[in-house]
Structure formats: C-alpha cells, structure tokens
C-alpha cells in the first residue's frame, strides 16, 4: 500500500522553528519529485516546497524563500521540511504529498500552530 | 505566477442530479490541469489530471473537460459521498503549481 506518514507538527512560539518528517512506503520512493503542501484553518492549499528526486533541483513559493529548507533522505525513504522564523501566517495543515505536477498522493498530515 | 479563480464558491445540488463546477485560470494552462476532492477532517485525493484524464480508482461519473483558461468538471449522478470541497490546480506554469480557492458541493 503506497503511503505517506508525516510527523513533527506542533504549537511553536513566533520566530521558532520545527522540523516536519514524512516516512513513505508502498513505493520507490527515489522515483519521485515530493512536496509539501499545507491548508491553513479553513481556507485553500498552498504548495510550499518541492524537491526532485535526487535533491538537486528545489522550489520554494516566495512567501517561505529563506525560512524553510526541503530536504529528502532517499535511502530512509523519507522527506523533511525545517520550518525557521516561523510567523502566524505559518499555521496550517502540512501535507506530503507524492509528485510536482499533478499530487497523486497525499498523507493525512501534521498540524503546525505558531501562537505565544 | 497563474491565479485560479473557481466558480461557484458553494454550489447546492440535489442527490442523483449533475453537478459542473467551473474553474477559470488568468493566463493559458494549456491542458496542466488537475482537480481535487476533499473531505471534512481529511487530506485532498487526487481525482482527475491532464484536464481529462481520471485518477486510479476515481469512478465515470467524474468528467473533466476544457482548455487553456476554461475547465469544468462534471459528476454525472451524485452520491452521498461526492459532497465535498473541490480543488482545481495548473501545473503549466511551474513553480509555482497554483489552486484554486475551492467550491464547496453541498446537499440541496
């Protein structure tokens, strides 16, 4: 079964940082360009970061560019997102998802909430 | 960067009617175009990309047609659980893939 399992969410201080984890299985995982896609309390999707499948090429939407750093660890078979500087705006739902283009599949995510 | 732009924001329909939701993007996509479901409390599953072209798994009663700034989709004959939240998204002018701000299906 291909799945994807995200961990490391949590409440975090303004101008703290976390690191986001996603464990994949039921693929090849070095196969994949990955990204993480987060869903702020009730509102859209936004896709935040990407990360082809050797690591080589990466892509940050403007409003995370020098704050968060994707990153993957092919022999692990897992994807990580370290989140510093964090803002309120940051809070949301942080999906991993499999793919670039179209987002084929998508863990059922870890939530990040940045209040004092 | 592309902005979508979906329409209607909530759209209510009664069960075992057609539902088309539409979805306009502000340049050309060409045929990168992919939709979304989501429901309450859980993660967007891939329906249908390529503007036509259904996922693994997702029934005939999803349709997608369309080109460069207009797409639609159609669920033929709703089912209970095809109430949901819909997401478009293009992937042709990359990075970034944008969504659009979704339409909520709702019961009529």
């Known amino acids: 079964e291909v799945q994807l399992v995200e961990s490391g969410g949590g409440l975090v201080q303004p101008g703290g940082s976390l690191r986001l984890s996603c464990a994949a299985s039921?693929?090849?995982?070095?196969?994949?360009?990955m990204s993480w896609v987060r869903q702020a309390p009730g509102k859209g999707l936004e896709c935040v970061a990407n990360?082809?499948?050797?690591?080589?090429?990466?892509h940050y939407v403007d409003s995370v560019k020098g704050r968060f750093s994707i990153s993957r660890d092919n022999a692990g078979n897992s994807l990580y997102l370290q989140m510093n500087s964090l803002r309120a705006e940051d809070t949301a739902v942080y999906y991993c998802?499999?793919?670039?283009?179209?987002?084929?599949?998508w863990g059922q995510g870890t939530t990040v909430t940045v209040s004092s | 960067e592309i902005v979508m732009t979906q329409s209607p924001a909530t759209l209510s329909v009664s069960p075992g009617e057609r539902a088309t939701l539409s979805c306009r993007a502000s340049?050309?996509?060409?045929?990168?175009l992919a939709w979304y479901q989501q429901k309450p409390g859980q993660a967007p599953r891939l329906l249908i990309y390529?503007?036509?072209t259904r996922a693994t798994g997702i029934p005939a009663r999803f349709s997608g047609s369309g080109s460069g700034t207009e797409f639609t989709l159609t669920i033929s004959s709703l089912q209970s659980e095809d109430f949901a939240v819909y997401y478009c998204?293009?992937?042709?002018?990359?990075?970034?893939?944008?969504f659009g701000q979704g339409t909520r299906l709702e019961i009529k």
């Open positions: 998802v499999r793919g670039h283009y179209q987002l084929e599949v």
């Open positions: 039921g693929f090849t995982f070095n196969d994949y360009w």
């Open positions: 990360i082809k499948q050797d690591g080589s090429e990466k």
């Open positions: 340049q050309s996509v060409s045929s990168k």
């Open positions: 390529e503007v036509s």
């Open positions: 998204q293009q992937y042709n002018n990359w990075p970034p893939i944008t």
